[in-house]
């Protein structure tokens, strides 16, 4: 028998005698009647309606735009894969990132001073000879010099990014590629290091990263690169170090080896001084300890001196004293002098009938 549509306004109203599931049942014929929260596709019963089927079902357009995002994921792999190289070490392999054709990028924290690296040829892996040129434990960068050359340069990103951006990270400590796809969950701003480097944005994941993915490269859906992958930079937080710092950092490990930083020879901790000795603020920072053949020493910086400015800039407190340091060290890698401002205390007391400023000239030196 054909079944014939009906159109249920002519029947008048029906009888509803019981439920059946979410359905309502009538009487007359045991057609079904969708309860209240029906779908608004309309009676199953009824030819006169065209479903409206949401963007999940659509189905021959989820197919492409998933075809279209699988070309995209498996492009941005192989795009960046012959870039990434794995470096050996004494236990199992890391992952380093090939930024010149002469030069790899990994972590400092993992990277031996001679590694064996694993360059990619083709399905296969060409073992080379690597040394370590430059090393920057505030970045966790180390810089290896491959003899020969012939590395594939990464691509690298211009672009602002976004949190919630897709992006892949890639590592080889074996002979495939291996790739992780996450999400950038946190962008912050610049922000200092617990061992004294700059990161020029806080670049974090959402998701933690494997054994032999650290030194590796976080890249984009393009396959260019947005940072190098670090799980001992700061505690308990997978990072990448920005390619901005990478930009940075590199080349100034390629010519000195290491980053310069500031040496004063002092141990300090913050201390609370009369706002009259610091300009307002109130705050300064206390020496506590001096190394004898240090440049404080040297220029006559005694414990109990309180250190409140150099060449100008405000010191507040141990971090105010690392980060003035650290930016004057980045302008030169020759010695300098400058200006230290002291507020003169007596056993970590400041007199505050007594305060004065006294400039002490500093040999500006860097630690070794």
């Not at 979410?22 to 199953?44: F, K, T």
């Not at 004494?90 to 030069?103: K, S």
Request: aromatic fraction near 4%; proline fraction near 6%; charged fraction near 20%.
């Amino acid at each position: 028998m054909e079944n014939v549509g009906i159109n249920v306004g002519r029947l008048g109203p029906l009888v509803k005698v019981g439920r059946a599931g979410d359905r309502l049942v009538d009487r007359a014929g045991d057609r079904p009647e969708m309860a209240s929260g029906a779908s608004p596709i309309g009676p199953w019963w009824s030819r006169d309606r065209r479903p409206t089927l949401g963007p999940m079902q659509a189905l021959p357009d989820l197919e492409a735009s998933l075809a279209t995002l699988d070309r995209a994921l498996t492009g941005a792999v192989a795009a960046a894969a012959a870039s990434v190289v794995r470096v050996a070490r004494q236990r199992g392999a890391g992952t380093g990132i090939a930024w010149t054709d002469t030069l790899i990028v990994s972590s400092n924290y993992h990277t031996p001073d001679a590694p064996v690296i694993g360059v990619a040829d083709g399905a296969d892996v060409v073992e080379r000879p690597g040394r370590v040129i430059g090393r920057d434990p505030g970045t966790d960068v180390a810089v290896i010099a491959v003899d020969g050359g012939g590395l594939t340069p990464i691509a690298r990103r211009d672009a602002a990014l976004a949190a919630g951006q897709l992006v892949f990270a890639l590592a080889r400590p074996g002979r495939a590629i291996r790739a992780s796809l996450r999400g950038l969950g946190v962008i912050g701003p610049a922000l200092r290091t617990p061992a004294g480097g700059r990161l020029d944005a806080y670049l974090e994941t959402d998701r933690a990263l494997a054994r032999g993915f650290g030194g590796g490269p976080l890249v984009d859906l393009a396959g260019h690169l947005v940072g190098m992958n670090t799980r001992t930079l700061i505690g308990g937080a997978d990072l990448a170090v920005p390619v901005a710092t990478l930009a940075r950092v590199v080349p100034a490990l390629e010519a000195h080896g290491r980053i310069a930083r500031g040496y004063l020879g002092v141990g300090v901790q913050a201390a609370a001084i009369p706002a009259a000795s610091s300009d307002g603020r109130g705050r300064g920072a206390l020496v506590v300890s001096l190394d004898d053949d240090g440049p404080g020493a040297a220029a006559g910086v005694l414990v109990g001196d309180v250190l409140i400015a150099i060449d100008g800039v405000a010191i507040t407190g141990p971090d105010e004293l690392r980060v003035a340091l650290y930016e004057r060290a980045l302008k030169t890698h020759d010695s300098k002098t400058f200006t230290v401002g002291l507020a003169i205390t007596c056993a970590g007391l400041a007199i505050a009938s007594f305060i004065f400023f006294l400039p002490v000239i500093l040999r500006f030196m860097r630690a070794d």
